[in-house]
Each structure stands twice: as structure tokens, then as C-alpha cells.
């Protein structure tokens, strides 16, 4: 059993920070824990400790109030070649489940396992999801976990072939609906040639998705190719479009992907960035409900990561319930943020997709006040 505590004040310009708060000098960068490689998801267990995976293949329980972390054990073997590796992570009623991608005889399919933790070891640890179509692509995985209404939902990506999208036998590019036991949940879509898992199709590569707390909605983002990353609002039955619609260019030549960027039959996007910011990971600010909050100018405002740009976007949302403008909060201070949690105090808590030798470490950060 490996553990260790820390926590570090990372000094930063004030100008990056500006859109918190006019008194900006109030602002703090906080490490919490070890320094990690690559880390990817992350999910409270309590109010004071989460889960936090490595690509590679590991995970951490830490606690955010002293720094003091431990790796959990009994992790499975994952296949973490370019973009695949352990993924998304979420905690419910006693029980992880984690996403990964895994090596079959046949390819590298998305697999999604259960477990308890006892001793920070994972027992009781089945696979209750395993795509269908494996392949050897290296390239587009998503993943990212919710629950909402007693159900698990996966984001999968396309696996870098753009029409898998559109084939609804295919998990790849489509978010899925489970039982937590793996099992097809009864009001799942019941469309003609599509897996009964699939709950949406038509997606690229989504790696943010969060349960809107004041509708109930899954909100979802994924990555366009050149231009045309998207925030979407998930409903069953649902086909978004790629790659017969799109707001993208082509990688290489600049030419549009589609012709159309809305089609009848088609969900249109509720936000698009031209160009690609390469989304993951995201939360909303609590409002005033009861949680703590350290951010008054953020309340009800969705939190975005950006890999390209090292961002930290903050999306205000109308009095529709759909996104309205954007800020940046983070530019360039943490490096690439690959997830974003809002804490019971209303601090900010990232992920940043870097590693223990990079400028800034890879690790858990907290911005706070």
C-alpha cells in the first residue's frame, strides 16, 4: 500500500484569473496529493476524499482536506496505447465503476467494470459492459461516466472511424444506457437496428458529460475534428449528426466535412467552437441550494476544460436553460485540464492531462478563495 500526503501553492499571474472575481489576489492554486501521469477521471466518495485514475492504468483515493493519498489495488490490465488507457471513473451507493479500454483476440473494445473497495483493494469486480466490434484503433475511446435516474450512461467515441457514428448496430460513437449491472434498462430506446444498449448515436468523441442539476438533462461535449466541438443535450433516440452533419474541417485540406451543419431528423448542437478548443471534462457551478458557494459569479454556469488550449472556459447559461456566452477562467496556468469537479465548498477542482516531469506536474488541483 503506497500512500503519501501534500498539498503545494502554486504560484500564478493574477491576469489569468481575472474572470473569477475582481479581487483576484484572493485567488489560490492549490496541488493536492502526489503528482500523477496522465490522470484522467476523478469522483467524490465522500465530501472530503474522491477517486482519481491514471490513463496508465492506476487509481487513487485522496483527500483534498490534508493531501494524505493511497493507491487502490487489483486495478485490471488496460491497453493504454495513444488515446486509450483507464478512463472515467464514478462512485454510487457503495459501488466504482470505471471505464477502459481492453484487448480482445479480435481488437480493443471500450469495457466498462463494477467493484467495491475494501482496504483499498477492488473485490467484487465485474465486467458488465464490453462494446460490441472491436478494432485495433488506437484513436477515439471517449469515456465518460454519469448516473441519472438509476441508470449508468457511457459516452463512446467512434473509435476514429467517422461512420461507425451513424451505424446504430455499433456502440462506438453513441452513449449508452445501463442497469448497474450491466443489463438493458426497460426504457431504453426500442429503434429498429440499434444495440439495446445505445441511448444516442451520431457522436465523434465525447469526453464531458454531466447531469444538469436544475433540469435533469445529460449534457454532453465531444470533440469535432478541425472546428466544430459541441455541447449537447442528450435525449433518447437522439442521432447528432456526425459525420453526415457537421461544423468541422477536415484535417489537411480545410474542406468542410459536411455540407450541412443542420439537417431535419438530425439533434443540432447547443454550442459549437470554431475553432476546436478539444473539450474534456465538466461540471456546473452549484447554485444557491443549499451547497456552499465560493464563486458567486459562477452559480448555474457550466465548467469546461480545454486540452488545446489549457484552458478552464466557464459557459453562462440563459434563462432558456441553454448556453449563452463563454469566459475563460485558467489560461495556461495548469497546463492541459482533462477534468473538471466542483467540491462541497465550492472550490474549483482540475485534472491536468500532464505528467510528474511536466511544468505544471500532472496531478489534482483546487482553486479556491
Known amino acids: 500500500m503506497i500512500k503519501s500526503s501534500a498539498i503545494f501553492l502554486v504560484f500564478i499571474c493574477i491576469s489569468s484569473l481575472t474572470s473569477f472575481s475582481a479581487r483576484a489576489d484572493n485567488i489560490q492554486i492549490q496541488q493536492i496529493g502526489p503528482s500523477l501521469e496522465n490522470p484522467w477521471g476523478m469522483d467524490f466518495i465522500n465530501d472530503s476524499e474522491l477517486l482519481v485514475t491514471e490513463k496508465k492504468g492506476r487509481i487513487y483515493r485522496i483527500n483534498i482536506s490534508d493531501g494524505s493519498s493511497s493507491e487502490i489495488h487489483n486495478v485490471p490490465k488496460v491497453s493504454s496505447t495513444l488515446q486509450g488507457g483507464l478512463l472515467d471513473i464514478i462512485y454510487n451507493d457503495g459501488v466504482v465503476y470505471y471505464c477502459y479500454s481492453k484487448d480482445t483476440s ?31 484503433s488506437g484513436y477515439h475511446f471517449g469515456c465518460r461516466l454519469e448516473i441519472s435516474s ?18 446504430a448496430s455499433s456502440h462506438a460513437g453513441s452513449i449508452i444506457s445501463l442497469n448497474f449491472d450491466g443489463s438493458i434498462p426497460k426504457d431504453n430506446p426500442k429503434l429498429e437496428g440499434w444495440a439495446p444498449e445505445n441511448y444516442s448515436i451520431g457522436h465523434r468523441n465525447p469526453q464531458g458529460m454531466k447531469l444538469n442539476p ?156
Open 214 to 369: 436544475e433540469t435533469q438533462e445529460i449534457w454532453s461535449h465531444e470533440h469535432g475534428p478541425k472546428g466544430g466541438d459541441e455541447i449537447n443535450i442528450i435525449v433518447a433516440g437522439g442521432n447528432y449528426g456526425w459525420p453526415l452533419v457537421s461544423n468541422g474541417y477536415e484535417y489537411g485540406t480545410d474542406d468542410k466535412v459536411s455540407e450541412y451543419d443542420s439537417l431535419p431528423g438530425f439533434n443540432d448542437p447547443e454550442w459549437v467552437w470554431i475553432p476546436s478548443i478539444a473539450p474534456s471534462g465538466m461540471d456546473f457551478y452549484p447554485m444557491n441550494s443549499g451547497e456552499k458557494v465560493m464563486f458567486p459569479n459562477l452559480q448555474g454556469s457550466l465548467l469546461v476544460g480545454s486540452l488545446k488550449f489549457r484552458r478552464l472556459y466557464s459557459i453562462s447559461i440563459n434563462k432558456d436553460g441553454l448556453p449563452e456566452s463563454e469566459s475563460i477562467l485558467i489560461d495556461g496556468t495548469l497546463g492541459r485540464i482533462r477534468d473538471v469537479a466542483i467540491a462541497k465548498d465550492g472550490s474549483i477542482l482540475i485534472l491536468n492531462d500532464e505528467s510528474s516531469l511536466s511544468k505544471p506536474k500532472g496531478g489534482l488541483y483546487r482553486i479556491f478563495r
Open 150 to 167: 438509476k441508470k449508468l450512461f457511457a459516452s463512446l467515441g467512434e473509435r476514429g472511424h467517422r461512420f461507425n457514428s451513424q451505424d
Open 106 to 136: 479480435k481488437g480493443t473494445v471500450l469495457a466498462i467494470d463494477s467493484a467495491n473497495i475494501v482496504n483499498d483493494k477492488l473485490i467484487k469486480r465485474i465486467t458488465i459492459f464490453e462494446s460490441n466490434k472491436p478494432s485495433w
